[in-house]
């Protein structure tokens, strides 16, 4: 016995509708993907007595096309008609880092609908966040970008106000966002607006001033260190950017990086005991004492 299919209003069923149906009736959008891709490098030092110092990197086109010609860009691309997002976002990270999705941390962050963010057409943007470690890296920029390199990130808050409402408030920072790459610097403030009222919390973010950074990737790029920043004091998501085998000081300088802040080291290494286990292995660097290497420790259920 045949299965009664239900039927619309219009006396037809689902496989009749699907026959007849005009994708033409509305419009669509385009929808690309856009990639952060963080890493933290040491910085140039010449006292090779002193540990060196480390910085947040953030990998950042050169646009080889209009528009934003010559401006620089987050890496990405359009999603084609026949690929899934995290398919479209894991073939721009080989594009641009030779690297596949298995090898490093990949996460979606947020979806960006705004109307005109895109002087081209409607486009609306899912942004990716990946960590990486810097020395499995061969970058090199893809079809559309003259150029592809890694900046150094800085992310400041200028000026914080908070305004107390009847049933809650609203916290407005003005965030500076600071990328230098040899003697090309980058320069934005984005004004991050939050209203807590009753159950409601709602967060805005309105890009104030923007220097050579294309689209509204300002925007995007604050949102990631937010996220990296909340996410890093509750998971394990730092160890994404280590090598195989660190030092505790090495791990508690990218934690000071991604958390903007100095760590006090008793502390930390108690924080972070359970998430590290000692190698038999030491590293002996000019200048220093030979100091033992650790690796990450995967959680495992039951403990």
């Not at 910085?43 to 110092?53: A, I, T, V």
Request: aromatic share 8%; proline share 4%; glycine share 4%.
């Amino acid at each position: 016995m045949q299965e009664h299919l239900p039927v619309d209003r219009n006396g037809m069923n689902e496989e009749q509708f699907l026959k007849q149906y005009d994708v033409s009736q509305y419009d669509r959008p385009s929808l690309t993907v856009d990639m952060l891709i963080f890493t933290v490098a040491d910085k140039e030092q010449n006292n090779y007595r002193k540990l060196p110092e480390k910085s947040l990197q953030l990998l950042l086109i050169k646009r080889g096309e209009h528009p934003f010609l010559g401006q620089w860009a987050l890496p990405g691309g359009f999603v084609g008609m026949n690929e899934d997002l995290d398919s479209a976002a894991r073939r721009e990270l080989k594009s641009e880092t030779n690297l596949d999705d298995d090898q490093l941390h990949l996460e979606q962050l947020y979806t960006w609908g705004e109307v005109g963010r895109d002087p081209r057409t409607r486009v609306i943007s899912c942004s990716y966040m990946a960590l990486v470690d810097r020395s499995a890296l061969q970058v090199q920029a893809g079809d559309d970008a003259a150029e592809a390199c890694w900046f150094d990130l800085t992310h400041r808050i200028v000026h914080e106000q908070k305004t107390t409402l009847k049933d809650g408030y609203t916290l407005e920072r003005l965030v500076e966002l600071c990328l230098t790459h040899g003697e090309v610097t980058l320069s934005a403030q984005v004004k991050v607006v939050q209203r807590i009222s009753g159950k409601s919390n709602t967060v805005t973010r309105e890009i104030v001033a923007s220097d050579q950074l294309a689209f509204d990737h300002a925007r995007i790029i604050q949102y990631a260190i937010d996220r990296l920043r909340n996410k890093v004091q509750y998971t394990s998501i730092a160890f994404n950017l280590m090598p195989p085998l660190f030092t505790l000081t090495e791990l508690q300088q990218v934690y000071e990086v991604l958390l903007g802040k100095e760590l006090l080291a008793p502390a930390f290494r108690r924080k972070i005991a359970d998430m590290v286990e000692e190698s038999t292995e030491y590293r002996k660097d000019a200048g220093h004492r030979p100091s033992k290497l650790f690796s990450y420790r995967p959680f495992v259920d039951g403990e």
